[in-house]
Protein backbone atom coordinates (compact mmCIF):
# COMPACT_ATOMS: atom_id res chain seq x y z
CA UNK A 1 0.00 0.00 0.00
CA UNK A 2 1.31 3.40 -1.24
CA UNK A 3 2.24 6.20 1.46
CA UNK A 4 1.37 9.47 1.59
CA UNK A 5 2.97 11.26 -1.33
CA UNK A 6 3.68 14.74 -1.75
CA UNK A 7 4.77 17.06 -4.62
CA UNK A 8 7.55 18.68 -5.39
CA UNK A 9 9.65 17.84 -2.94
CA UNK A 10 12.10 20.72 -3.09
CA UNK A 11 11.26 24.12 -4.52
CA UNK A 12 12.65 27.53 -4.18
CA UNK A 13 10.29 30.59 -4.88
CA UNK A 14 10.87 34.42 -4.75
CA UNK A 15 9.00 36.81 -2.27
CA UNK A 16 5.68 38.01 -3.32
CA UNK A 17 5.11 34.87 -5.48
CA UNK A 18 2.41 32.09 -4.91
CA UNK A 19 3.22 27.96 -4.41
CA UNK A 20 1.00 25.35 -4.67
CA UNK A 21 1.83 21.79 -2.93
CA UNK A 22 0.16 18.50 -3.72
CA UNK A 23 -0.30 16.11 -1.33
CA UNK A 24 -2.03 12.25 -2.57
CA UNK A 25 -2.68 9.98 0.96
CA UNK A 26 -3.33 6.73 1.36
CA UNK A 27 -5.01 4.81 -0.57
CA UNK A 28 -8.75 5.00 1.41
CA UNK A 29 -7.85 7.27 3.56
CA UNK A 30 -10.41 10.36 3.48
CA UNK A 31 -8.25 13.03 6.26
CA UNK A 32 -5.72 15.28 4.95
CA UNK A 33 -4.27 17.56 7.05
CA UNK A 34 -1.26 20.36 6.49
CA UNK A 35 1.62 21.10 8.66
CA UNK A 36 4.21 23.49 8.71
CA UNK A 37 7.46 22.31 10.27
CA UNK A 38 10.18 25.10 11.13
CA UNK A 39 13.31 25.35 13.53
CA UNK A 40 11.60 28.23 15.31
CA UNK A 41 8.27 27.01 15.12
CA UNK A 42 8.06 23.61 15.16
CA UNK A 43 5.46 21.23 13.83
CA UNK A 44 2.23 23.88 13.47
CA UNK A 45 -1.19 22.46 12.55
CA UNK A 46 -2.77 24.85 9.19
CA UNK A 47 -5.73 22.65 7.98
CA UNK A 48 -7.62 19.76 7.59
CA UNK A 49 -9.94 18.60 4.83
CA UNK A 50 -12.32 15.56 4.97
CA UNK A 51 -14.69 14.58 2.22
CA UNK A 52 -14.01 18.04 0.03
CA UNK A 53 -14.70 20.20 3.34
CA UNK A 54 -12.38 22.07 5.80
CA UNK A 55 -12.73 20.59 8.73
CA UNK A 56 -10.38 22.34 11.35
CA UNK A 57 -8.31 25.09 10.55
CA UNK A 58 -5.36 26.34 12.64
CA UNK A 59 -4.11 30.07 13.18
CA UNK A 60 -2.33 30.54 9.69
CA UNK A 61 -3.10 34.13 7.55
CA UNK A 62 -5.33 34.02 4.90
CA UNK A 63 -2.56 33.27 2.41
CA UNK A 64 -2.61 30.00 3.55
CA UNK A 65 -5.08 28.12 1.99
CA UNK A 66 -6.22 24.61 0.95
CA UNK A 67 -8.58 22.28 -0.84
CA UNK A 68 -9.45 18.44 -1.36
CA UNK A 69 -10.88 17.18 -4.41
CA UNK A 70 -13.32 13.91 -4.45
CA UNK A 71 -10.84 11.51 -5.11
CA UNK A 72 -9.31 13.14 -1.64
CA UNK A 73 -6.23 14.34 -2.88
CA UNK A 74 -5.50 17.50 -1.51
CA UNK A 75 -3.53 20.92 -2.69
CA UNK A 76 -2.19 23.50 -0.60
CA UNK A 77 -1.52 27.25 -1.42
CA UNK A 78 0.71 30.08 -0.37
CA UNK A 79 -0.15 33.25 -1.78
CA UNK A 80 2.21 36.29 -1.25
CA UNK A 81 5.27 34.52 -0.41
CA UNK A 82 7.31 35.67 2.57
CA UNK A 83 10.63 34.36 3.19
CA UNK A 84 9.03 33.38 6.78
CA UNK A 85 7.05 30.84 4.72
CA UNK A 86 10.21 28.92 4.15
CA UNK A 87 9.47 26.12 5.72
CA UNK A 88 8.79 21.89 5.49
CA UNK A 89 5.27 21.40 4.81
CA UNK A 90 4.17 18.29 5.91
CA UNK A 91 0.52 16.49 4.84
CA UNK A 92 -0.67 13.64 6.78
CA UNK A 93 -3.24 11.26 6.24
CA UNK A 94 -6.20 9.45 8.13
CA UNK A 95 -9.30 7.29 7.69
CA UNK A 96 -11.86 9.71 8.87
CA UNK A 97 -11.25 10.89 12.40
CA UNK A 98 -13.27 9.06 14.97
CA UNK A 99 -12.30 7.36 17.52
CA UNK A 100 -8.93 4.67 16.48
CA UNK A 101 -7.58 6.44 13.47
CA UNK A 102 -3.60 6.65 12.72
CA UNK A 103 -2.65 9.85 11.05
CA UNK A 104 0.21 9.07 8.72
CA UNK A 105 2.70 11.86 7.22
CA UNK A 106 4.26 11.91 3.78
CA UNK A 107 7.78 12.93 3.18
CA UNK A 108 7.11 16.69 2.95
CA UNK A 109 7.73 19.35 0.83
CA UNK A 110 10.47 21.63 1.34
CA UNK A 111 10.02 25.43 -0.08
CA UNK A 112 12.74 27.99 0.55
CA UNK A 113 11.14 31.51 -0.18
CA UNK A 114 14.37 33.68 -1.56
CA UNK B 1 -6.79 25.58 22.51
CA UNK B 2 -4.69 22.41 23.37
CA UNK B 3 -0.74 22.91 24.65
CA UNK B 4 1.57 20.10 24.54
CA UNK B 5 4.52 21.10 26.77
CA UNK B 6 7.41 18.87 26.09
CA UNK B 7 10.57 17.86 28.05
CA UNK B 8 13.84 17.55 28.08
CA UNK B 9 14.93 19.65 25.07
CA UNK B 10 17.69 17.63 24.55
CA UNK B 11 18.79 14.08 25.48
CA UNK B 12 22.07 12.11 25.87
CA UNK B 13 22.35 8.41 26.93
CA UNK B 14 24.94 5.75 26.87
CA UNK B 15 23.57 3.02 24.26
CA UNK B 16 22.04 0.60 26.62
CA UNK B 17 20.40 2.83 28.97
CA UNK B 18 17.06 3.83 29.27
CA UNK B 19 15.53 7.24 27.88
CA UNK B 20 12.48 8.82 29.14
CA UNK B 21 10.97 11.68 27.47
CA UNK B 22 7.11 13.24 29.06
CA UNK B 23 4.66 15.69 27.92
CA UNK B 24 2.15 17.37 29.38
CA UNK B 25 -1.38 17.99 27.55
CA UNK B 26 -3.98 21.23 28.65
CA UNK B 27 -7.24 19.97 26.74
CA UNK B 28 -8.50 17.28 29.12
CA UNK B 29 -10.69 16.37 25.91
CA UNK B 30 -7.85 15.14 24.16
CA UNK B 31 -7.94 11.23 23.39
CA UNK B 32 -5.64 10.40 21.31
CA UNK B 33 -1.68 10.76 22.17
CA UNK B 34 0.80 9.61 19.43
CA UNK B 35 4.48 9.99 19.40
CA UNK B 36 6.62 10.43 16.52
CA UNK B 37 10.40 10.22 15.54
CA UNK B 38 11.80 12.55 13.23
CA UNK B 39 15.37 11.78 11.86
CA UNK B 40 17.16 14.50 9.88
CA UNK B 41 15.33 15.51 6.76
CA UNK B 42 12.94 12.91 6.82
CA UNK B 43 8.98 12.32 7.53
CA UNK B 44 7.73 11.97 11.16
CA UNK B 45 7.13 8.69 11.68
CA UNK B 46 4.74 7.16 14.29
CA UNK B 47 6.53 4.51 16.74
CA UNK B 48 3.77 4.54 19.10
CA UNK B 49 0.39 5.91 19.94
CA UNK B 50 -2.12 5.50 22.77
CA UNK B 51 -5.68 6.25 23.47
CA UNK B 52 -7.20 7.79 26.57
CA UNK B 53 -9.31 4.47 27.61
CA UNK B 54 -5.82 2.77 28.03
CA UNK B 55 -2.99 3.81 30.62
CA UNK B 56 0.08 2.66 29.54
CA UNK B 57 1.43 0.19 25.38
CA UNK B 58 4.44 -0.99 24.79
CA UNK B 59 5.99 -2.14 21.50
CA UNK B 60 9.52 -4.07 22.38
CA UNK B 61 11.45 -1.86 23.39
CA UNK B 62 9.22 1.49 23.31
CA UNK B 63 6.69 2.32 26.13
CA UNK B 64 3.84 5.02 26.45
CA UNK B 65 2.13 5.54 29.62
CA UNK B 66 -0.56 7.84 29.92
CA UNK B 67 -1.87 9.34 33.32
CA UNK B 68 -5.26 11.52 32.35
CA UNK B 69 -5.69 12.44 35.59
CA UNK B 70 -2.13 14.57 35.76
CA UNK B 71 -2.66 15.23 32.28
CA UNK B 72 0.79 14.05 31.07
CA UNK B 73 2.08 11.09 29.11
CA UNK B 74 5.92 9.53 28.69
CA UNK B 75 7.54 7.72 26.11
CA UNK B 76 10.25 5.27 27.57
CA UNK B 77 12.81 3.35 25.36
CA UNK B 78 14.95 0.49 26.94
CA UNK B 79 18.24 -0.76 25.87
CA UNK B 80 19.02 2.41 23.69
CA UNK B 81 20.48 2.04 20.39
CA UNK B 82 22.51 4.64 18.16
CA UNK B 83 20.15 4.22 15.79
CA UNK B 84 17.33 5.78 18.06
CA UNK B 85 19.23 8.77 17.56
CA UNK B 86 16.69 10.99 16.58
CA UNK B 87 14.10 13.84 17.44
CA UNK B 88 10.82 13.12 19.16
CA UNK B 89 7.90 14.95 18.95
CA UNK B 90 4.54 13.75 21.28
CA UNK B 91 1.38 15.22 20.50
CA UNK B 92 -2.50 15.16 21.50
CA UNK B 93 -5.62 15.25 19.26
CA UNK B 94 -9.36 14.97 19.83
CA UNK B 95 -10.28 12.63 17.83
CA UNK B 96 -14.34 11.59 17.60
CA UNK B 97 -16.61 12.84 14.46
CA UNK B 98 -19.84 12.91 16.92
CA UNK B 99 -17.10 15.76 18.79
CA UNK B 100 -15.87 17.00 15.47
CA UNK B 101 -12.63 16.83 16.26
CA UNK B 102 -11.28 15.39 13.16
CA UNK B 103 -7.77 14.97 13.23
CA UNK B 104 -5.46 18.18 14.14
CA UNK B 105 -2.60 17.28 16.08
CA UNK B 106 -1.18 19.63 18.46
CA UNK B 107 2.94 18.86 19.20
CA UNK B 108 5.11 19.13 21.70
CA UNK B 109 8.25 20.94 20.78
CA UNK B 110 10.32 18.29 20.15
CA UNK B 111 13.16 16.50 22.14
CA UNK B 112 16.37 15.43 20.89
CA UNK B 113 17.72 12.09 21.41
CA UNK B 114 21.16 11.23 21.48
CA UNK B 115 22.28 7.83 22.14
CA UNK B 116 26.37 7.47 22.39
CA UNK B 117 28.36 4.55 22.09
Known amino acids: KAGVTQTPRYLIKTRGQQVTLSCSPI?????VSWYQQTPGQGLQFLFE???????NKGNFPGRFSGRQFSNSRSEMNVSTLELGDSALYLCASSSSGESGNTIYFGEGSWLTVV | GENVEQHPSTLSVQEGDSAVIKCTYS??????FPWYKQELGKRPQLIID?????GEKKDQRIAVTLNKTAKHFSLHITETQPEDSAVYFCAASIQGLLTGGGNKLTFGTGTQLKVEL
Open chain 2, 50 to 54: IRSNV
Open chain 1, 49 to 55: YFSETQR
Open chain 2, 27 to 32: DSASNY
Open chain 1, 27 to 31: SGHRS
